[in-house]
């Protein structure tokens, strides 16, 4: 089996440059919320357990789901985010594990992009996790201004995940993500040449 690496960061803290740069190096790299996405199309499985639950109110007119009516539903209600995680958690939680197998038989090494992974107990599954790292004031305001979010729905959003500071703590390597794209990409290199990244406080 390959080595296996986990990626993680949090709303808006830059996973996407790190995945991306990984891409054009010719690594295979899994993303959790491109699946969720697959998943979330007409007829698929995350697709039908949404309907069945929220009713067909969540559906547009060409018959996909309104994503952002589905995510005020689940934000808006502890009980509705409960059950979200756990439904559909599990069902992407089999979907990852039937591509991770996939993947260990043909690559040396492979990454998951996993934006919960802490979270939702994906760390065993992997030799390494990377965080991408932000303060975050810096996340917030990328994240207000990607989003086009006040700052009062932004901070509800990323306080309904872990803080990068607590998920700081269970990451075998930081890449710290307040610089540049240019700062972020040399730490990357550094790691892929099997040195360390930003020194853990």
């Excluded at 979200?84 to 993947?103: D, F, H, P, V």
Aim: hydrophobic letters at 40%.
């Amino acid at each position: 089996m390959g080595k296996i690496i986990g990626i993680t960061g949090g709303i808006a803290s830059g996973k996407s440059t790190v995945t991306n740069f990984l891409r054009e190096q010719g690594f295979q790299v899994v993303d959790a919320d491109q699946l969720v996405h697959q998943l979330q199309k007409p007829g698929e499985r995350l697709y039908q357990v949404l309907v069945q639950h929220f009713g067909q109110e969540i559906i547009l007119e060409n018959g996909e789901l309104n994503r952002p009516l589905l995510a005020s539903l689940i934000f808006s209600n502890p009980e509705e985010r409960e059950w979200s995680k756990r439904t559909q958690g599990e069902i992407i939680r089999e979907e990852l594990a039937a591509l991770r197998e996939q993947l260990a038989q043909t690559e040396a090494i492979f990454f998951m992009d996993i934006p919960l992974l802490f979270e939702q107990d994906y760390a065993t599954w992997f030799d390494e996790t990377w965080l991408v790292y932000v303060d975050h004031d810096i996340q917030l305001e990328r994240f207000m201004k990607r989003d086009h979010l006040s700052r009062e729905v932004a901070e509800s959003r990323l306080s309904a995940q872990w803080s990068l500071e607590e998920k700081k703590k269970f990451s075998s390597h930081i890449l710290d993500n307040n610089g540049s794209r240019d700062q972020l990409v040399v730490q990357v290199v550094k790691l892929l040449e099997g040195g360390d990244s930003c020194a853990r406080d």
